[in-house]
């Protein structure tokens, strides 16, 4: 298992009105999104290919679509931004592998 690009602890994770965890985990890894609640099981995850993410005009919350689910993750400051730059930073890299990238 490689070193995660994102790792982030404490999100409050809800499937819209319904609370799934208020300490969940967020990761970005091996070109995988991974939410998973705070005993470690695995919430939802999805490759980076079939993941939205809006976080426009809110703060600290992140709406993501995971395949069909969506999900309202909110974080402490200054962790939107790395979890929005490290999804189009392994959203690269799998097209760069896949040699869509310099064409």
């Not at 995988?32 to 993941?51: C, F, K, N, R, W």
């Not at 200054?78 to 040699?99: F, M, Q, S």
């Amino acid at each position: 298992m490689t070193e995660p690009e994102f790792d982030a602890a404490g999100v409050r994770i809800r499937r819209m009105l319904r609370s799934l965890t208020r300490a969940g985990h967020v990761l970005v890894r091996d070109g995988q999104l991974v939410l998973m609640t705070s005993y470690g099981s695995e919430i939802d995850s999805a490759p980076v290919e079939h993941v939205r993410l809006s976080g426009y005009g809110v703060r600290d919350q992140v709406l993501a679509t995971v395949g069909r689910n969506r999900y309202v993750l909110r974080f402490g400051l200054g962790h939107r931004e790395g979890l929005i730059n490290a999804v189009r930073t392994a959203r690269a890299k799998a097209a760069a592998e896949r040699g869509v990238l310099g064409q």
